[in-house]
Nanobody, 114 residues
Framework: QVQLVESGGGLVQPGGSLRLSCTAS????????MSWYRQGPGKERELVAT????????DYAETVKGRFTISRDDAINTIYLQMHNLIPEDTAVYYC???????WGQGTQVTVSS
C-alpha cells in the first residue's frame, strides 16, 4: 500500500533553517507529482509547494516563496522541503501528499519559536 513517511521537523529559532524529508513507497514514484502541505494551530491545511516528475517543475504558496525550496530524488523515492528564514507563522505540522491521490503521511511538527 501507499506509504509516506515524513521526517526532519523540530524546534528552531526565528531566522533558522530546517530540511524536511518524505520517503514514499507502494507506488511508482517517478512521474508522480508530489506536494507539501501544512496545518498550523487553529488553521486549515494549506498547500505549501508542489513538484512534478521527471521535469521537476515547482510551484509555491506566496507565503513561502523565496524562503522554501521543494526538491526530489526519484532514485530514492524522496522529496524534500528546505526551509530558510523561518518565522513563527511557519509553525505547523507538515505533510507530504501524492497530488493525484488521497495519500498523506503522518506529518512532522515544525515549531518556530525563541
Amino acid at each position: 500500500q501507499v506509504q509516506l513517511v515524513e521526517s526532519g521537523g523540530g524546534l528552531v529559532q526565528p531566522g533558522g533553517s530546517l530540511r524536511l524529508s518524505c520517503t514514499a513507497s507502494g507506488f511508482t514514484f517517478r512521474g508522480t507529482q508530489m506536494s507539501w502541505y501544512r496545518q498550523g494551530p487553529g488553521k486549515e491545511r494549506e498547500l505549501v509547494a508542489t513538484i512534478t516528475s521527471p521535469r521537476m517543475f515547482t510551484d509555491y504558496a506566496e507565503t513561502v516563496k523565496g524562503r522554501f525550496t521543494i526538491s526530489r530524488d526519484d532514485a530514492i523515492n524522496t522529496i524534500y522541503l528546505q526551509m530558510h528564514n523561518l518565522i513563527p507563522e511557519d509553525t505547523a505540522v507538515y505533510y507530504c501528499k501524492v497530488v493525484t491521490g488521497d495519500y498523506w503521511g503522518q506529518g512532522t511538527q515544525v515549531t518556530v519559536s525563541s
